[in-house]
């Protein structure tokens, strides 16, 4: 993976200044800068305003004229549409994408400039001006001058540079050494406190040691998401649309979504800001992708599918495929039409390769801040509540509904039509053939109460000695019946 150097040094090294008691600062002074305000103000930003200025209203003017060429386009197909033939009228269609993809080029390569003109301009100035505020810092004794803008310190006193003690990689807690940051969320690695080598441990409020650089929290996993998160940051492009991508009349795919090549967007699909589109992706008709949605390489959407806001959805997820609904089957297997849709709402993420199957007539709905695993298969009709967590596996079948919060372990499968109550906890490998009321924790094939369920398990093990016991008490049983029938025979004779 691919860390930005610079910007987590800098992150740490504020951490640090702010956090670490033992290197507390007598008596701090701390600045502020607007790098980009003396940019402009001096001689030669002033200058590059009016280059950009220029070249702006050049770019502005070309991109107009395109758009007229486009509308006037548009015009001329729409009035065709009813006297062209079927194959005259997809040259024109042709036509009319090779022109919107010219005029997204344009539009890519004027920003691709302005921005080039940019950042010379900041290779020019910024030098330059961090030798001004280096002087100026050290001559008024800063500790610390913070640009608002541009870069996030521009300078700091060199007595509080603080760049060894600042934590270089995150690893396990047994690979980790100096310079990584570690951490415990599960008690069984507690005893792994006395060997490791580790620079820091993020750790629950219940561990103490003089003898490590503890940093408590409340929930060292969650700490570890979010240090991870700083740590290596999701590579995306910035937003652009590859001409490569083939997007329908009648599709609106928002300027600031970043699609790949060979992307197909279908008529009428919406396309929201800020969600990223891998190759390979297929967007239905009357598709929508919220705000911030990824859908990584071979995603599929089918029509009429709506995708909320943040939603990610791994390689090979399939979305709104054909429900298994049938009629007469093993007969004359009748195949009933699927004409619903599948709803995800807003912060869900699904696993690589799931599949999730449209409604016969309504929708498949998966509600809010649910995690779907890799290799899940959710049936038409099928309703899973708010924050649920469905692990590898899975197979849920057809008009299931399950309630908030609830969690089925990994290769779990539910029949159809059935009812599974808030946060119900389903044990890896259960057969849940019945309704679950809230708050139960079931295991097993067929389900049982979990704690019935291992009372039955440790049996289970037993049973070869329990058969042989048996068969000796039996064994037994019978000698004794034939002792006591010789007995009354010989007392009546």
Known sequence: ??????????????????????????????????????????????????????????????????????RKLKEDLDKQRTVLTESAMK????????????????????????????????????????????VIGDKEKYTLI???????????????????????????????????????????????????????????????????????????????????GLFYPEDHDPPKISTETFIEEGAIVSEDATIYPSVYIGREARVERGVIIYPGVYIGRRVVIGEDSILYPNVVVLRRCIIGKRVILHAGVIIGGDGFGFSRPARENIKIPQVGF????????????????????????????????NLVQVAHNVVI??????????????????????ILGGQAGLVGHIDIGDHVMVGAQSGVHDDVPSNQVVSGSPHLPHRQWLRVEACVSQLPEMRKNVASILKRLEKLEKDIKNKTKSAKS
Not at 34 to 61: H, N, Q, T, V
Not at 176 to 193: E, R
Not at 345 to 366: F, L, P, Q, S
Not at 392 to 405: A, E, M
């Open 91 to 134: 040259e024109k269609e042709a036509a009319y994408q090779k022109k919107f993809r010219d005029y997204q080029l344009l539009v890519k390569d004027a920003n691709e400039e302005l921005q080039s003109r940019d950042q010379e301009l900041s290779k020019k100035l910024v030098p330059d001006i961090l030798k001004v505020i280096n």
């Open 385 to 406: 509540g708010e924050y649920s967590v469905i692990v590898s596996q899975v197979g849920i079948s057809g008009s299931t509904r399950l309630g908030k919060g609830v």
């Open 1 to 70: 993976m691919k860390k930005s150097g610079l910007l987590i040094s800098m992150v740490f090294v504020i951490l640090s200044f702010f956090l670490c008691g033992t290197c507390a600062i007598a008596a701090e002074k701390i600045g502020f800068i607007d790098m980009r305000e003396i940019m402009l103000k001096s001689d030669a930003g002033k200058k590059a305003a009016e280059d950009f200025a220029k070249l702006y209203e050049k770019d502005k003017a070309m991109i107009q004229q395109k758009e007229t060429e486009m």
């Open 342 to 373: 599948v709803q995800i709402d807003d912060d869900v993420e699904v696993g690589a390769n799931t599949t999730i199957d449209r409604g016969t007539i309504d929708k498949t709905w998966i509600q809010r801040g649910v995690k779907i695993d």
């Open 146 to 228: 913070i640009d608002l803008g541009t870069i996030p310190v521009a300078y700091f006193a060199k007595e509080n540079n603080l760049t060894k003690r600042v934590i270089e990689d995150i690893r396990g807690i047994d690979e980790a050494g100096k310079g990584d940051l570690t951490f415990i969320a599960n008690p069984k690695y507690l005893k792994s406190l006395e060997t490791t080598e580790a620079s820091a441990i993020l750790v629950s409020p219940q561990i103490e040691r003089d003898d490590r650089n503890l940093i408590v929290v409340d929930d060292p996993y969650i700490a570890l998401g979010r240090v991870l």
